[in-house]
């Protein structure tokens, strides 16, 4: 028994210590965002200003950008871009929204990944940024099992979501966003318009299952 | 016929014990097979002229049991091994599951007990790293089932062979919950991530576990339910001086011969039976008899295995070896009792060899009808597993034989030997209670009661005369005034001339004077009036006391009574009886005056007097037609018809073979406080018995219909497999701590 045990527990670590080959969702993710990339390739291109690969949603209002390298200086190196002017229209005073999130007439929410350098062999490519990603950010790589969908975590509640499946998914990416901070700053988010609200069952980071609010932006690519 | 009893390894409930018993009852040749799951003994009764023993070891170890020889030499430091070993082992395997289940449970039910914040680290975070935390399950459950492989060997060959047990619905159980979740990973594997919910590694782990559990804790309380017996078995010495050509040789006591001349020391223990044949001492026999009063030995007593020399050393015949000694003989019938089945366990045997096939079928019809109603598949394995899982043949197996462990081994401590099950299951039915007189009531013994002096002698003068003309007389009557002239002192005279009244008594010269003594008609053909002792003489045979009239030189000098006294037990016992409600009689071959006198005094109102020996036996009967539940109290060897005939024979005895034989209780010390002691063990044993059963039969009544849903269909809440696992392992805990409640049995004082 004792020598069963102990080959168990070797085979144990040995597994674990081979974690990437064990991320399932990791490496689903990959293969979902790669259908995504390819579903929508004339809506990808590199984003020159933030030295990354910005996707557009088919009404060409939002953007999910993420980065191609950490060490580039730029506010995020994943985000979200979006029209100011739906929220501006439901009641948002621009200027109680935190510093840096307006430019021009769009907001920006998203977070940083670090700063370090990261080399492709190869070119890079927006499927090889987000494996970078994946591979080097997990935490930010999250699987949301009520729609079925992977996502990028941007903070504060921020989401870039997309469907693990889309033939069977009529949610194949979602712009999602924290509404409070729009809430603080004045808008109504049940009037910004083109976004809806609604509560979302997520886990916090706890594990506890709770329902928050999200004002969330869907597209059925097929 | 031969009677053999096997000790059988490997039995687990009540329902492998009704296995052993159908396939070897099957065997040609084998007249009886009784199985009993708490001693894990098997008494096989069989005509080797057809079958043979290792045939029948064979049908046994055939099944998935392993038979061994329980009387061989060395036998019982052997069980007590390997019972040991099997602790350590139970424990050593809980104590592994336990270490590996403990985080199993903290990952599994962490993430759902999210109130209580347990962290868990990232790389195994169910939602995203599912596999991860998926293989560290099945990475933690492995050695579970490793340490509980046994359940899967055994439960499955059980399957496989038509007869499922206890072990079967663990295996069944638990391997519905494993497959399940290794189809779960397999899910996670293709992309289903939202499977991780369906992992049930941790109700098998934790099944597994806590049944080790309750295993382990069964294990430990069986062994204390034979305490007794163990004690017994540790009286006897190992070794023992025999002195050889006038040497001293300390030998093992299995070396020891009948005839060799042993020699015991003070504060030693005496090895083997035999006969005092130098010196003196006083013996504690009290671990034979209970009681605690040394007795004093002198050269031609015997003297007892295990018995302790207090202060004098002795040199001892063996008369009486290894398996022949009272001690041996105490602990084959004390085992013999304890593998017995009382009445009351037929219906648990019944019940347990059906229980197990039903369960099965329950927990499929529960699975299968939740499945149509629309349930979902994981919800439905739930109820197929807890009801698997909750169902607890064991305990039904356990109710009954731990119980009678424990009475009869507390019996045993106490002096009391009862010879089985059945007779410990119809003591407390009895409400008549017959008694043999003389030395049961009585002490046997012939004692001088009463001294009534006349003619102005000295009642010292009186009794130093009586003695000293009946010294060297071999008659009863004549010894009992002999011993009470030595209890009070008093130095006997020289007796001038001696001569025997055949019939009547003595005539002798002491002193030059002439003394006559004997009985009222002595005194009548010597022309002796006895006018001045007259009304006391009469008053003295009213009493049923016998009277010895002494007459000095032709005038009466007085009269010493003799009669057979009472144990000063004897009335204390028969007031406990019939304030138990228990009709009590005597019975006796003395006239109807003298046995209506002895009744008197000890408080019986019914007496069965005049009755020869051979008649005893029609009386119980004439009772027993009466619609009466008679018990006989006698000394078991003159009284043997009648102990037989009676539902419970009761032996006034000290051990003797004819006694053990004849009797279904044997009571060491020859106290008739134990018969009220004996009864009330039986009623205490046998409301145990029932308590158990009532706990064994209530919690699978109650527990199989929570788990198969019953209260989720009226909105109620569902049985977790995992507390159905805790449930079903406390159910033979608390059976077998409730067994042992009758340790704390205390006998009539």
Not at chain 2, 421 to 444: Q, R
Request: aromatic share 6%.
């Amino acid at each position: 028994m004792k020598i069963s045990i102990i080959i168990i527990m070797l085979s144990l670590v040995v597994t674990l210590s081979a974690c990437n080959q064990t991320d399932v969702v990791g490496n689903a993710s990959i293969t979902s965002f790669k259908d995504i990339i390819n579903a929508m390739q004339d809506k990808v291109t590199q984003d020159e200003m933030y030295g990354g690969w910005a996707l557009t949603s088919p009404g060409g209002k939002e953007r999910f950008i993420w980065s191609k390298d950490y060490s580039v200086s730029a506010p995020h190196d994943v985000m979200l871009e979006f029209d100011a002017k739906p929220f501006i229209d439901a009641g948002l005073d621009v200027n109680r929204l935190p510093a840096g999130m307006l430019i021009g007439d769009k907001i920006m929410v998203g977070t940083s990944l670090g700063n370090e350098k990261i080399n492709y062999t190869g070119e890079a490519t927006p499927v090889s940024s987000y494996e970078k990603i994946v591979k080097l950010k997990r935490d930010h790589i999250k699987y949301h099992a009520d729609l079925d969908h992977f996502g990028v975590d941007l903070g504060d509640g921020n989401m870039f979501e997309w469907a693990k499946n889309m033939s069977t998914n009529d949610k194949d990416i979602v712009f999602a966003l924290n509404p409070q901070m729009f809430i603080d700053a004045g808008a109504d988010p049940a009037k910004v318009e083109g976004w809806a609200f609604a509560k979302v069952k997520v886990m916090d980071a706890g594990g506890k299952p709770i329902e928050v609010d999200k004002l969330l932006k869907p597209f059925n690519l097929k | 016929m031969n009677k053999e009893i096997l000790q059988i390894t490997g039995m687990t409930c009540a329902a492998c014990a009704a296995r052993i018993e159908k396939v070897v009852g099957k065997l040609d040749g084998v007249s009886n097979v009784s199985v009993n799951l708490a001693t894990e003994k098997a008494a096989v009764s069989y005509d080797p002229q057809v079958t043979k023993l290792s045939q029948i070891k064979q049908s046994i170890e055939k099944i998935g049991y392993k038979a061994l020889d329980a009387e061989k030499k060395g036998a019982v430091d052997e069980d007590k091994l390997r019972k040991e070993k099997e602790i350590r082992t139970l424990w050593t395997k809980f104590i592994v599951s336990a270490v590996f289940c403990v985080p199993l449970l903290y990952f599994a039910m962490g993430s759902m007990i999210w109130w209580l914040r347990f962290p868990i680290p990232a790389f195994l975070q169910p939602m995203q790293f599912p596999l991860n935390y998926a293989l560290l399950q099945i990475f933690l459950t492995l050695p579970i089932v490793i340490a509980g492989y046994r359940f899967y060997t055994v439960g499955f060959k059980a399957i496989l062979q038509r007869s499922p047990n206890m072990d079967s619905l663990i295996a069944m159980g638990t391997t519905a919950a494993i497959l399940y979740s290794l189809y779960s990973v397999y899910q996670i594997l293709i992309g289903n991530f939202g499977a991780v919910e369906g992992l049930y590694f941790e109700t098998a782990g934790v099944i597994i576990t806590l049944i080790l559990l309750g295993k382990s804790l069964e294990a430990v309380s069986k062994g204390k339910t034979s305490e007794a017996i163990k004690k017994l078995m540790g009286l006897a010495p190992k070794t023992a001086i025999v002195l050889r050509n006038g040497e001293e040789t300390e030998i093992p006591i299995d070396e020891v011969e009948i005839g060799d001349e042993i020699l015991v020391k003070p504060g030693e223990k005496i090895p083997v039976d035999g006969v005092v044949s130098e010196g003196h001492t006083s013996i504690d026999e009290s671990m034979l008899t209970g009681e605690s009063m040394p007795i004093d030995k002198k050269a031609g007593d015997k003297i007892y295995a295990a018995s302790i020399n207090k202060n004098g050393m002795i040199r001892f015949k063996a008369t009486k070896v290894g398996g022949d000694t009272a001690l041996a003989q105490i602990i084959k019938l004390v085992e013999d009792a304890q593998s017995s089945k009382a009445p009351i366990a037929q219906m648990a045997d019944i019940v347990s060899g059906y229980f197990v096939p039903i369960v099965f079928c329950i927990a499929a019809i529960g699975f299968l009808g939740w499945l149509i109603s629309g349930e979902s598949l994981m919800f439905s394995l739930t109820i197929f597993i807890s009801v698997l899982v909750i169902a607890c043949p064991c305990a039904l197996g356990l109710a009954t034989p731990t119980a009678i462990m424990v009475g009869t081994g507390k019996g045993a401590e106490y002096g009391i030997l009862i010879k089985g099950g059945e007779a410990l299951e119809s003591s407390h039915k009895i409400n008549t209670i017959v008694f043999d007189k003389t030395g049961t009531i009585t002490e046997g013994k012939p004692a001088v009661t009463d001294i009534v002096t006349a003619g102005g002698l000295q009642r010292n003068k009186l009794l130093q005369l009586a003695a000293s003309a009946e010294k060297g007389s071999e008659h009863p009557l004549g010894e009992a005034i002999i011993k009470d002239a030595e209890k009070e002192n008093i130095e006997l005279l020289k007796v001038e001339r001696f001569e025997a009244i055949p019939g009547h008594g003595i005539e002798v010269i002491i002193e030059g004077a002439n003394i006559l003594l004997g009985n009222k008609k002595l005194m009548g053909e010597r022309g002796i009036s006895l006018s001045e002792i007259k009304a006391k003489s009469d008053r003295l045979a009213e009493e049923g006391k016998t009277p010895m009239y002494i007459a000095v030189d032709n005038q009466i000098a007085g009269i010493i009574a003799v009669a057979d006294v009472m144990k000063d037990s004897s009335a204390k016992a028969i007031k406990k009886l019939q304030s138990m409600g228990i009709e009590v009689a005597m019975i006796t071959g003395d006239n109807r005056k003298t046995a209506e006198a002895i009744a008197r005094q000890v408080g019986i109102d019914r007496v069965l007097a005049e009755v020869l020996p051979q008649d005893k036996a029609n009386e119980v009967k004439k009772l027993q037609a009466e619609g009466k539940k008679v018990a006989m109290v006698g000394d078991g060897i003159n009284d043997a018809p009648a102990l037989a005939q009676a539902d419970i024979g009761i032996a006034i005895g000290s051990g003797t073979d004819v006694a053990m034989e004849s009797a279904d209780i044997v009571l060491m010390k020859s106290d008739l406080l134990d018969v009220p002691t004996a009864i009330q063990l039986s009623k205490s044993t046998i409301k145990n018995i029932k308590q158990n059963l009532f706990w064994a039969f209530g919690y699978n009544v109650v527990g199989i219909p929570i788990a198969v849903g019953v209260l989720h269909l009226f909105g109620g809440p569902l049985l977790n497999p995992i507390f159905a696992a805790a449930a079903m392992s406390l159910s033979s805990v608390s059976v077998l701590t409730n067994a042992l409640r009758l340790k704390r049995f205390k006998p009539y004082k």
